[in-house]
């Protein structure tokens, strides 16, 4: 390995002899108001040699190269050979004696370059002086060999660049001021004189602290004057808009600077381009971020227009911004919070500004307090006690008071009025919803019934629940923080309810199986009741909630089937011929079934092995209906048993004395005359079980409708030929591998057409789309009713009970949607 002095050394004499190198230096030295040779040229730091017995990972061969190419006489020479020196430099490890070696031959071969008259070469060094000034601060922070000087050397690279953010070339603007925005170090006095236009005099018995560290005080270079105030006045906005990001990014070093720089970045907030005033409120969000963002009052009027902003991303970024910025007087509070419920109210689809409104509460304890205070005068003013609990304005203060306990203004004691928390219970789920993450919904009802002075859940004390002594006394805050550390579990309405409504439910469906025997009718009249309970919970709900109710209707569905078919088998125990009722409620409960295995996905073990016993036991009253074996019957029988094996396979679960016994009796007599016989003892054997494990579960459905029609305005047609349909179809939950069929029905004549997901928009969770099916041929009358509905084909029972080949579903299917009646009218007779 080369000796890296003689490295440097012969790599300096070739960056040196580039200029002589280059015929024409270009006219372009003249664009600098600072003729200084101190911006390109400073004294070189040796760089020390590497341990004995290292190795080099750089050829010096290919860096000297490279240097060379940069100063020869063809523009996009230097520009490449500039780039490959920046791609040496990124695996460059400034540890070592030879890596800081190179760090400062490309910084100053770059130097050089400065002034070259084409722009790719400009271009390619400001990129490669960035990366320079990244090395340097990444050799300060490890305190390598040679970084002694490197922190006026950062100063210098910063005047640098700020001289090539004055460049005619707009791409090299706009590099250098994306490179000064990822500088790592800089001197306070350099940074304020970068805002203002007129130079600044450094006091010379001043200095400065940047990142702990005293720093002596700076000769301040003129051509850094005011290079942010005329980057954000540049006539084109990737170059305004790369200055804004660049002003937030360098905020962190220096709350002054800060403070000037909220100034600049707010009178942006009036560009004419989008663009830049979405960056620049990404810029505000940055310096938010890192607590550097302090609302001056100057400001507030010009912010609180944002809030009310005809772009939805800039209101957005705005909502953003306010959760996390200080606002030091109460004023300032009040309109901030003003400003969002008017937001609220023209844009009420923005439910996350109640989230935004909690975490300015949070933010500020002592104003949310005083907001809580005069709020509850108010509600105690209400006419006849009541209050519009609907409102915006008084749910988003009902917000903003609870929030108040979850602060951070732990010397200050915030006496919240236990009225907030009693009406703010009735708008739980809204509330938890508009949090998000927040805080866990069984813990916030327990703790707005607790402080709300109202009993909750018997004999579940609150104290358990947060971890309270026996006399309940526990700070407001420590309560609140235990509140914030539970991760929410569903966006449910008023989950917790819900969860015990199903409960209670479940357990009197369970009780009125075991009195099925003995009085069928009530044990009738007891599911009904708890369907339509379950009914009213499912329409309030959603998510997987939503879904597991829907799954628990389908299933009581089924079980009020199996009783009514009990109830026929005991009755008479004839074997009658055609179709009779035992036959139809065999089909529904089929369908039911069907539709339980079907058109939920994300079945958890337990929903789907209770599913798999009610087909089994389906099949068992199938067999009693026929009175002999059926083919058909038998294969599903068989299929369902398998299924249960599979589930119980892990040793998770096992069968239940019900299908232990089905299958001891079909393992024993494969023809099932066992079964048949002792159907009674079977039947007695089977046990509804409760579950509360719904996992992710979502629901399958879809909507049909049909275009330009209805009873009123029916569609023309002409006797005999086809007619083309247009329908608008929404899926939820419909996977790509998914089959559906459009079914259309005239009296006995039915078509069906099979939908194809090209030309669908959306995921998997919601598809959305449009197509024109043709009816094939139309009857020879005045008008008629076309009746449409939605299938999907599954594999259920395991064996297909349709008849392929007629252009149709060729399995089992089951209807997604609701029947639709589509009018038409012959064109003559119209």
């Keep these: 390995m080369g000796d890296p002095h003689l490295l440097s050394s012969a790599l300096s004499t070739a960056a040196g002899s580039s200029s002589s190198a280059r015929k024409h230096p270009g006219p372009v030295e003249e664009r600098f108001s600072d003729p200084s040779p101190s911006l390109t040229k400073r004294p070189r730091v040796a760089a020390e040699p590497p341990a004995p017995g290292g190795s080099a990972p750089y050829p010096e061969s290919e860096v000297r190269s490279l240097v060379m190419m940069a100063g020869g006489i063809y523009p996009l020479a230097r520009a490449e050979a500039l780039r490959g020196l920046a791609a040496v430099l990124e695996k460059v490890d400034v540890s070592c004696g030879l890596g800081t070696g190179i760090v400062e031959c490309c910084y100053e071969c770059a ?3 400065m002034r070259d008259d084409d722009e790719s070469v400009r271009l390619a060094v400001v990129r490669l002086v960035g990366l320079c000034a990244q090395k340097f601060a990444a050799r300060m922070d490890i305190g390598g060999k040679g970084a002694k000087g490197d922190s006026d050397l950062m100063d210098l690279i910063f005047q640098q660049l700020s001289s090539m953010a004055r460049d005619m070339c707009i791409k090299v603007r706009v590099e250098a001021f994306s490179a000064l925005g990822k500088m790592q170090r800089v001197s306070e006095g350099v940074l304020l004189q970068s805002l203002s236009k007129k130079v600044i005099k450094t006091d010379p018995t001043s200095g400065c602290i940047i990142n702990g560290q005293k720093l002596p005080p700076r000769l301040i270079i003129p051509c850094a004057a005011g290079i942010f105030a005329h980057g954000i006045e540049d006539e084109f906005y990737q170059v305004r808009t790369a200055a804004c990001t660049s002003l937030g990014a360098l905020a962190k070093f220096s ?20 663009a830049v005033r979405l960056q620049t409120l990404q810029a505000l969000f940055h310096m938010a971020t890192y607590g550097y963002l302090s609302m001056q009052e100057k400001h507030m009027h010009m912010f609180l227009g944002l809030l009310v902003d005809a772009n939805a991303l800039i209101r957005n970024a705005a909502h953003k911004i306010l959760g996390l910025v200080n606002l030091p007087k109460l004023q300032m509070f009040k309109s901030a919070v003003d400003g969002l419920i008017t937001g609220l109210e023209k844009n009420p689809e923005e439910q996350d500004i109640y989230g935004i409104l909690f975490s300015i509460g949070k933010n500020h304890g002592s104003f949310s307090a005083n907001i809580a205070k005069h709020l509850a005068k108010e509600i105690a003013m209400a006419s006849d006690g009541e209050l519009i609990l609907d409102k915006p304005r008084i749910k988003a203060l009902l917000i903003v008071s609870i929030s108040a306990p979850f602060s951070d203004d732990k010397p200050k004691k915030l006496d919240i009025p236990s009225i907030i928390f009693s009406h703010a219970i009735p708008l739980l789920g809204k509330v938890s919803c508009a949090l998000g993450e927040e805080v866990n919904q069984d813990s916030l009802l327990s703790y707005l019934c607790h402080k709300g002075g109202m009993p909750f859940w018997g004999s579940r004390s609150i104290s358990a629940e947060f971890g309270e002594s026996e006399s309940c006394k526990v700070e407001t805050v420590e309560i609140g923080a235990q509140i914030e ?22 357990q009197t ?9 003995c009085n069928i009718c009530e044990a009738q009249t007891i599911l009904r009741t708890c369907n339509e309970e379950l009914k009213v919970l499912a329409e309030n709900s959603s998510g997987s909630i939503g879904a597991f109710l829907s799954f628990l209707c389908e299933y009581l569905v089924a079980i009020q089937l199996i009783v009514e078919i009990w109830q026929l088998i005991q009755l008479d125990n004839s074997y009658a011929f055609g179709l009779t009722s035992h036959d139809i409620l065999l089909d529904k409960l089929d369908i039911s079934l069907r539709r339980m295995e079907c058109c939920y996905a994300g079945l958890t073990r337990e929903l789907e092995f209770q599913v798999l016993e009610l087909s089994l036991l389906a099949n068992l009253l199938g067999l009693s209906k026929i009175g002999a074996c059926s083919k058909v019957v038998l294969g599903k029988l068989l299929w369902v048993i398998n299924r249960l094996e599979c589930l119980c396979a892990d040793g998770s679960c096992e069968l239940s004395d019900f299908s232990r016994e089905i299958k001891k009796a079909s393992d024993a007599n494969p023809i099932c005359d066992t079964l048949i016989g002792n159907i009674h003892t079977l039947f007695e054997l089977f046990h509804l079980k409760q579950t509360k494990d719904f996992g992710m579960l979502k629901a399958t459905s879809a909507v049909l409708q049909v275009c330009d029609s209805n009873s009123e305005s029916p569609l023309s047609y002409i006797c005999g030929l086809p007619v083309g349909v247009k329908f ?16 259309m029905s005239i009296g006995d004549s039915v078509q069906h057409t099979f939908v194809e997901f090209s030309s669908f928009e959306g995921n998997e969770e919601v598809k959305t789309g449009s197509m024109v099916v043709p009816l094939d041929s139309t009857p020879m009358a005045h008008s008629f009713v076309l009746r449409v509905c939605l299938l999907m084909e599954c594999s259920y029972g395991g064996i297909s009970t349709n008849e392929g080949g007629h252009g149709g579903p060729s ?4 209807r997604l949607s609701d029947e639709l009646d589509v ?7 119209r």
């Design 728 to 743: 608008n179809i929404s899926l939820w939950n419909i996977a790509s591998h998914h089959r559906l069929w459009l079914r």
């Design 811 to 814: 399995d089992c299917v089951v």
């Design 823 to 829: 009018y038409f009218v012959s064109a003559g007779q």
């Design 255 to 274: 709350s002054q600077y800060a403070e000037k720089a909220l100034d600049l970045l707010m009178d942006m907030m009036n560009d004419d381009t989008e």
């Design 111 to 113: 130097a050089e370059l």
């Design 509 to 517: 469906v369970e009780g009125a199986w075991t009195i099925k025997t």
């Design 485 to 506: 550390n539970t991760a929410k579990t569903t966006k449910c309405l008023d989950r917790v309810l819900v969860m015990q409504a199903i409960e209670s439910i479940l």
